[in-house]
Protein backbone atom coordinates (compact mmCIF):
# COMPACT_ATOMS: atom_id res chain seq x y z
CA UNK A 1 0.00 0.00 0.00
CA UNK A 2 0.82 3.51 -0.93
CA UNK A 3 0.44 6.22 1.77
CA UNK A 4 -0.11 9.58 -0.10
CA UNK A 5 0.56 11.85 2.47
CA UNK A 6 -1.40 15.54 1.33
CA UNK A 7 -3.65 13.09 -1.40
CA UNK A 8 -6.44 15.64 -1.15
CA UNK A 9 -4.89 18.43 -2.75
CA UNK A 10 -4.23 19.37 -6.05
CA UNK A 11 -1.19 17.22 -7.66
CA UNK A 12 -1.64 14.53 -4.94
CA UNK A 13 -5.06 13.64 -5.74
CA UNK A 14 -3.76 13.26 -9.42
CA UNK A 15 -1.22 11.18 -8.21
CA UNK A 16 -3.61 8.91 -6.59
CA UNK A 17 -5.83 8.42 -9.21
CA UNK A 18 -2.89 7.16 -11.44
CA UNK A 19 -1.60 4.63 -8.45
CA UNK A 20 -5.28 3.27 -8.37
CA UNK A 21 -5.69 3.06 -12.36
CA UNK A 22 -2.54 1.05 -12.20
CA UNK A 23 -3.55 -1.62 -9.72
CA UNK A 24 -1.84 0.19 -6.51
CA UNK A 25 -3.80 0.53 -3.41
CA UNK A 26 -3.41 4.34 -1.65
CA UNK A 27 -4.62 5.68 2.07
CA UNK A 28 -4.95 9.59 1.91
CA UNK A 29 -3.60 11.45 4.90
CA UNK A 30 -4.38 15.20 4.62
CA UNK A 31 -5.23 17.41 7.29
CA UNK A 32 -7.32 19.52 4.81
CA UNK A 33 -5.94 23.06 5.58
CA UNK A 34 -5.97 23.26 1.61
CA UNK A 35 -7.02 19.92 0.36
CA UNK A 36 -10.97 18.96 -0.59
CA UNK A 37 -12.76 15.62 0.74
CA UNK A 38 -13.74 15.93 -2.55
CA UNK A 39 -11.06 15.41 -4.32
CA UNK A 40 -10.20 12.20 -2.46
CA UNK A 41 -11.98 9.85 -5.04
CA UNK A 42 -9.67 6.58 -4.88
CA UNK A 43 -8.57 5.31 -1.40
CA UNK A 44 -9.09 5.71 2.01
CA UNK A 45 -9.12 9.39 3.50
CA UNK A 46 -7.31 9.87 7.58
CA UNK A 47 -7.81 13.37 8.46
CA UNK A 48 -5.10 14.23 10.19
CA UNK A 49 -1.68 16.24 10.36
CA UNK A 50 1.79 14.56 9.32
CA UNK A 51 3.31 16.35 12.22
CA UNK A 52 0.73 14.35 14.42
CA UNK A 53 3.08 10.96 15.53
CA UNK A 54 -0.14 9.23 17.12
CA UNK A 55 -1.65 9.80 14.07
CA UNK A 56 1.16 8.43 12.11
CA UNK A 57 1.85 5.57 14.68
CA UNK A 58 -1.95 4.49 13.73
CA UNK A 59 -1.30 4.60 10.33
CA UNK A 60 1.86 2.47 10.40
CA UNK A 61 0.52 -0.36 12.80
CA UNK A 62 -2.58 -0.67 10.97
CA UNK A 63 -1.48 -0.55 7.28
CA UNK A 64 1.22 -2.34 5.40
CA UNK A 65 2.86 0.86 3.42
CA UNK A 66 5.65 0.21 1.50
CA UNK A 67 5.59 3.74 0.02
CA UNK A 68 5.27 7.37 1.52
CA UNK A 69 4.73 10.22 -1.09
CA UNK A 70 4.78 13.60 0.31
CA UNK A 71 2.91 15.63 -1.31
CA UNK A 72 1.98 17.67 2.24
CA UNK A 73 2.87 21.32 2.38
CA UNK A 74 2.64 25.17 2.56
CA UNK A 75 3.37 26.36 -1.09
CA UNK A 76 2.90 30.05 -1.24
CA UNK A 77 6.18 31.32 -1.83
CA UNK A 78 5.46 35.32 -1.25
CA UNK A 79 3.79 33.88 2.14
CA UNK A 80 6.65 32.35 3.32
CA UNK A 81 8.77 35.45 3.23
CA UNK A 82 6.26 37.12 5.90
CA UNK A 83 5.59 33.81 7.69
CA UNK A 84 8.52 32.03 7.28
CA UNK A 85 8.06 30.03 10.66
CA UNK A 86 4.52 28.49 9.63
CA UNK A 87 6.64 27.48 6.45
CA UNK A 88 9.46 25.66 8.53
CA UNK A 89 7.40 24.17 11.26
CA UNK A 90 5.10 22.41 8.70
CA UNK A 91 7.02 21.82 6.02
CA UNK A 92 10.43 20.77 7.14
CA UNK A 93 9.73 20.06 11.23
CA UNK A 94 6.59 17.86 10.43
CA UNK A 95 8.49 15.86 7.54
CA UNK A 96 10.96 15.02 10.23
CA UNK A 97 8.13 13.68 11.96
CA UNK A 98 6.93 11.91 8.92
CA UNK A 99 10.48 10.04 8.48
CA UNK A 100 11.06 8.96 12.27
CA UNK A 101 8.23 7.13 12.40
CA UNK A 102 8.45 5.66 8.89
CA UNK A 103 12.22 4.74 10.51
CA UNK A 104 10.46 2.97 12.84
CA UNK A 105 8.57 0.89 11.50
CA UNK A 106 11.06 0.14 9.00
CA UNK A 107 9.31 1.72 5.85
CA UNK A 108 12.19 2.63 3.56
CA UNK A 109 10.91 4.07 0.21
CA UNK A 110 9.73 7.82 -0.35
CA UNK A 111 9.06 9.99 -3.02
CA UNK A 112 9.25 13.69 -2.24
CA UNK A 113 7.37 16.90 -3.99
CA UNK A 114 10.27 19.10 -4.60
CA UNK A 115 10.21 22.47 -6.35
CA UNK A 116 12.30 24.34 -9.15
CA UNK A 117 12.52 27.14 -6.24
CA UNK A 118 15.23 25.02 -5.13
CA UNK A 119 17.58 26.58 -7.81
CA UNK A 120 16.21 30.13 -6.67
CA UNK A 121 17.56 32.64 -9.95
CA UNK A 122 18.26 31.09 -12.63
CA UNK A 123 22.10 31.30 -13.67
CA UNK A 124 21.11 29.31 -17.32
CA UNK A 125 18.50 27.78 -18.70
CA UNK A 126 17.08 25.10 -19.18
CA UNK A 127 18.22 24.10 -15.63
CA UNK A 128 19.57 20.50 -14.89
CA UNK A 129 19.56 19.41 -11.65
CA UNK A 130 23.47 20.26 -11.63
CA UNK A 131 22.73 23.90 -11.13
CA UNK A 132 23.81 25.65 -8.38
CA UNK A 133 20.83 25.19 -5.65
CA UNK A 134 20.23 29.17 -4.12
CA UNK A 135 16.66 29.37 -3.24
CA UNK A 136 15.39 33.17 -2.79
CA UNK A 137 12.92 32.27 -0.13
CA UNK A 138 11.89 30.20 2.74
CA UNK A 139 9.59 28.04 0.69
CA UNK A 140 12.24 27.30 -1.60
CA UNK A 141 14.45 26.21 1.68
CA UNK A 142 12.28 24.29 3.40
CA UNK A 143 12.20 21.87 -0.15
CA UNK A 144 16.25 22.36 -0.16
CA UNK A 145 16.53 21.34 3.28
CA UNK A 146 14.29 18.55 2.95
CA UNK A 147 16.44 17.33 0.57
CA UNK A 148 19.48 16.99 2.49
CA UNK A 149 17.83 15.50 5.51
CA UNK A 150 16.60 12.89 2.66
CA UNK A 151 19.84 12.58 1.94
CA UNK A 152 21.12 12.00 5.42
CA UNK A 153 18.78 9.86 6.05
CA UNK A 154 20.06 7.53 2.75
CA UNK A 155 23.32 7.31 4.06
CA UNK A 156 22.79 7.01 7.71
CA UNK A 157 19.95 4.53 7.84
CA UNK A 158 19.24 3.14 4.44
CA UNK A 159 16.38 5.28 3.27
CA UNK A 160 15.36 5.35 -0.41
CA UNK A 161 14.07 8.33 -2.11
CA UNK A 162 13.43 10.35 -5.39
CA UNK A 163 13.02 13.98 -5.22
CA UNK A 164 10.82 15.43 -7.86
CA UNK A 165 11.77 19.12 -8.50
CA UNK A 166 8.72 20.07 -10.15
CA UNK A 167 8.45 22.97 -12.09
CA UNK A 168 5.06 25.17 -12.81
CA UNK A 169 2.13 22.68 -12.65
CA UNK A 170 -0.98 23.31 -14.59
CA UNK A 171 -3.62 21.76 -16.03
CA UNK A 172 -6.22 19.16 -14.75
CA UNK A 173 -7.17 15.77 -15.52
CA UNK A 174 -8.68 15.62 -18.89
CA UNK A 175 -11.16 12.90 -17.58
CA UNK A 176 -12.24 16.23 -15.33
CA UNK A 177 -12.12 13.54 -12.36
CA UNK A 178 -9.94 16.02 -10.39
CA UNK A 179 -8.23 19.56 -10.43
CA UNK A 180 -7.04 22.04 -9.23
CA UNK A 181 -9.83 23.66 -6.19
CA UNK A 182 -10.71 26.97 -7.44
CA UNK A 183 -10.11 30.14 -5.20
CA UNK A 184 -6.90 29.11 -3.08
CA UNK A 185 -3.77 29.64 -5.38
CA UNK A 186 -1.98 32.44 -6.74
CA UNK A 187 -0.24 30.86 -10.07
CA UNK A 188 -1.02 32.33 -13.10
CA UNK A 189 -3.20 29.89 -14.41
CA UNK A 190 -5.51 29.87 -11.46
CA UNK A 191 -5.44 33.58 -10.83
CA UNK A 192 -6.72 33.90 -14.62
CA UNK A 193 -9.75 31.60 -14.12
CA UNK A 194 -10.17 33.74 -10.52
CA UNK A 195 -10.44 36.75 -12.97
CA UNK A 196 -12.78 35.02 -15.69
CA UNK A 197 -14.96 33.95 -12.93
CA UNK A 198 -15.36 36.69 -11.51
CA UNK A 199 -14.20 36.17 -7.53
CA UNK A 200 -11.00 38.27 -8.39
CA UNK A 201 -11.56 41.97 -11.17
CA UNK A 202 -8.27 41.96 -12.62
CA UNK A 203 -5.18 40.27 -13.84
CA UNK A 204 -1.97 41.98 -13.02
CA UNK A 205 0.72 41.40 -15.05
CA UNK A 206 4.13 42.05 -13.04
CA UNK A 207 6.75 43.56 -15.55
CA UNK A 208 6.32 43.43 -19.69
CA UNK A 209 10.19 44.98 -19.96
CA UNK A 210 12.11 41.86 -19.56
CA UNK A 211 14.34 40.43 -22.41
CA UNK A 212 12.25 38.05 -24.03
CA UNK A 213 10.37 37.93 -26.97
CA UNK A 214 7.34 39.84 -26.08
CA UNK A 215 8.74 41.26 -22.86
CA UNK A 216 6.53 39.11 -20.10
CA UNK A 217 8.07 36.12 -18.18
CA UNK A 218 8.82 33.04 -19.21
CA UNK A 219 7.86 29.93 -17.45
CA UNK A 220 7.29 26.24 -17.75
CA UNK A 221 4.25 24.80 -17.19
CA UNK A 222 3.60 20.92 -16.63
CA UNK A 223 0.84 18.97 -16.88
CA UNK A 224 -0.55 17.60 -13.50
CA UNK A 225 -0.95 14.25 -15.72
CA UNK A 226 2.29 14.03 -16.73
CA UNK A 227 3.55 14.92 -13.02
CA UNK A 228 1.07 11.92 -12.37
CA UNK A 229 2.91 9.46 -14.77
CA UNK A 230 6.49 10.67 -13.46
CA UNK A 231 5.45 9.63 -9.68
CA UNK A 232 3.92 6.47 -10.89
CA UNK A 233 7.33 5.58 -12.63
CA UNK A 234 9.25 6.72 -9.52
CA UNK A 235 7.25 4.27 -7.82
CA UNK A 236 8.64 1.71 -9.92
CA UNK A 237 11.94 2.91 -10.18
CA UNK A 238 12.61 1.88 -6.66
CA UNK A 239 11.18 -0.72 -6.58
CA UNK A 240 13.30 -2.29 -8.97
CA UNK A 241 16.44 -1.25 -7.09
CA UNK A 242 16.56 2.45 -8.24
CA UNK A 243 19.05 4.45 -6.06
CA UNK A 244 18.29 7.45 -4.15
CA UNK A 245 18.14 10.52 -6.67
CA UNK A 246 16.91 14.18 -7.48
CA UNK A 247 15.01 14.94 -11.11
CA UNK A 248 13.65 18.00 -12.74
CA UNK A 249 10.07 17.75 -14.12
CA UNK A 250 8.81 20.19 -16.76
CA UNK A 251 7.43 20.77 -20.07
CA UNK A 252 10.18 21.72 -22.07
CA UNK A 253 8.40 24.25 -23.64
CA UNK A 254 8.82 27.86 -22.38
CA UNK A 255 5.54 30.20 -22.29
CA UNK A 256 5.13 34.02 -21.72
CA UNK A 257 2.51 35.23 -19.13
CA UNK A 258 0.84 37.04 -22.83
CA UNK A 259 0.98 33.57 -24.44
CA UNK A 260 -0.86 32.40 -21.57
CA UNK A 261 -3.15 35.29 -21.15
CA UNK A 262 -3.84 35.61 -24.93
CA UNK A 263 -4.74 31.29 -24.77
CA UNK A 264 -6.86 31.19 -21.96
CA UNK A 265 -8.93 34.18 -23.46
CA UNK A 266 -9.67 32.34 -26.41
CA UNK A 267 -10.34 28.72 -24.40
CA UNK A 268 -12.75 30.62 -21.67
CA UNK A 269 -14.36 32.82 -24.30
CA UNK A 270 -14.18 35.89 -21.99
CA UNK A 271 -11.90 39.25 -22.86
CA UNK A 272 -10.45 40.01 -19.10
CA UNK A 273 -9.41 42.86 -17.70
CA UNK A 274 -5.24 42.68 -17.88
CA UNK A 275 -3.73 45.44 -15.73
CA UNK A 276 0.34 45.60 -16.32
CA UNK A 277 2.71 46.53 -13.25
CA UNK A 278 5.64 46.55 -11.80
CA UNK A 279 8.18 44.25 -12.19
CA UNK A 280 7.94 41.69 -8.45
CA UNK A 281 11.32 41.54 -6.82
CA UNK A 282 12.94 37.90 -7.76
CA UNK A 283 11.30 36.82 -10.51
CA UNK A 284 13.49 35.69 -12.77
CA UNK A 285 12.97 36.67 -16.83
CA UNK A 286 13.10 32.71 -17.56
CA UNK A 287 13.00 29.48 -15.51
CA UNK A 288 12.86 26.37 -17.74
CA UNK A 289 13.85 23.10 -16.90
CA UNK A 290 15.82 20.31 -18.42
CA UNK A 291 14.48 17.37 -17.74
CA UNK A 292 16.47 14.68 -20.03
CA UNK A 293 17.81 12.79 -16.70
CA UNK A 294 13.73 12.02 -15.89
CA UNK A 295 13.64 10.69 -19.51
CA UNK A 296 16.52 8.85 -19.13
CA UNK A 297 16.46 7.03 -16.12
CA UNK A 298 12.72 6.72 -15.27
CA UNK A 299 11.93 6.68 -18.97
CA UNK A 300 9.47 9.47 -18.63
CA UNK A 301 8.16 11.16 -21.64
CA UNK A 302 5.31 14.47 -20.54
CA UNK A 303 2.63 13.89 -23.31
CA UNK A 304 0.61 17.24 -22.47
CA UNK A 305 2.97 19.78 -23.47
CA UNK A 306 0.08 21.91 -25.83
CA UNK A 307 -0.28 25.51 -23.99
CA UNK A 308 -4.06 25.38 -25.07
CA UNK A 309 -4.34 21.49 -23.87
CA UNK A 310 -3.00 22.43 -20.43
CA UNK A 311 -5.33 25.37 -20.14
CA UNK A 312 -8.49 23.61 -21.73
CA UNK A 313 -8.10 21.09 -19.09
CA UNK A 314 -7.66 23.38 -16.06
CA UNK A 315 -10.82 25.43 -17.75
CA UNK A 316 -12.81 22.28 -17.87
CA UNK A 317 -12.04 21.09 -14.39
CA UNK A 318 -12.64 25.05 -13.34
CA UNK A 319 -16.47 24.53 -14.88
CA UNK A 320 -16.95 21.30 -13.49
CA UNK A 321 -16.60 22.59 -9.97
CA UNK A 322 -19.55 24.06 -8.25
CA UNK A 323 -18.52 26.77 -5.92
N1 LIG B 1 1.66 23.41 -7.55
C1 LIG B 1 2.89 23.60 -8.00
O1 LIG B 1 3.11 24.24 -9.05
C2 LIG B 1 4.06 23.02 -7.26
C3 LIG B 1 5.36 23.22 -7.78
C4 LIG B 1 6.45 22.67 -7.09
C5 LIG B 1 6.25 21.92 -5.94
N2 LIG B 1 4.99 21.76 -5.46
C6 LIG B 1 4.82 20.96 -4.22
O2 LIG B 1 3.93 19.91 -4.49
C7 LIG B 1 3.19 19.56 -3.32
C8 LIG B 1 1.71 19.54 -3.64
O3 LIG B 1 1.33 20.82 -4.13
P1 LIG B 1 -0.15 21.14 -4.59
O4 LIG B 1 -0.05 22.16 -5.67
O5 LIG B 1 -0.90 19.88 -4.83
O6 LIG B 1 -0.68 21.89 -3.28
P2 LIG B 1 -2.01 21.64 -2.42
O7 LIG B 1 -2.03 22.72 -1.39
O8 LIG B 1 -3.17 21.48 -3.31
O9 LIG B 1 -1.69 20.24 -1.73
C9 LIG B 1 -1.03 20.09 -0.50
C10 LIG B 1 -1.87 19.16 0.36
O10 LIG B 1 -1.20 18.90 1.56
C11 LIG B 1 -2.12 19.02 2.64
N3 LIG B 1 -1.33 19.35 3.84
C12 LIG B 1 -0.60 20.48 4.10
N4 LIG B 1 -0.04 20.40 5.31
C13 LIG B 1 -0.40 19.20 5.83
C14 LIG B 1 -0.15 18.53 7.07
N5 LIG B 1 0.60 19.08 8.03
N6 LIG B 1 -0.71 17.31 7.27
C15 LIG B 1 -1.47 16.72 6.33
N7 LIG B 1 -1.74 17.30 5.13
C16 LIG B 1 -1.21 18.52 4.89
C17 LIG B 1 -3.10 20.10 2.20
O11 LIG B 1 -4.35 20.03 2.87
C18 LIG B 1 -3.24 19.76 0.72
O12 LIG B 1 -4.24 18.81 0.49
C19 LIG B 1 3.58 20.60 -2.27
O13 LIG B 1 4.56 20.03 -1.43
C20 LIG B 1 4.19 21.73 -3.07
O14 LIG B 1 5.15 22.44 -2.35
C21 LIG B 1 3.90 22.27 -6.09
Not at 46 to 71: C, Q, R, W, Y
Not at 185 to 200: E, H, M, T
Not at 210 to 224: F, K, L, N, P, Q
Request: negative net charge.
Amino acid sequence: MILIVGGAGYIGSHINKDLNKKGYQTLILDDLSSGKEALVKWGKLVVGSLGDEAVLEKIFSENKIETVMHFGAFKAAGESVVNPEKYYFNNVANTLTLLKVMKKHGVGKFIFSSSAAVYGVPQYNPMDEKHPKSPINPYGRTKLMVEEILEDYSVAYGLKYVALRYFNAAGADPEVEVGEWPGGCANLIPVIFDVVSGRKPELKVFGTDYETTDGTCIRDYIHVSDLADAHVKAVEYLNNGGTSDKFNLGNGNGFSVKEVINIAKEVTGVDFKVVEAERRPGDPAILMADSKKAREVLGWQPIHQDLREIVETGWKWEESVNI
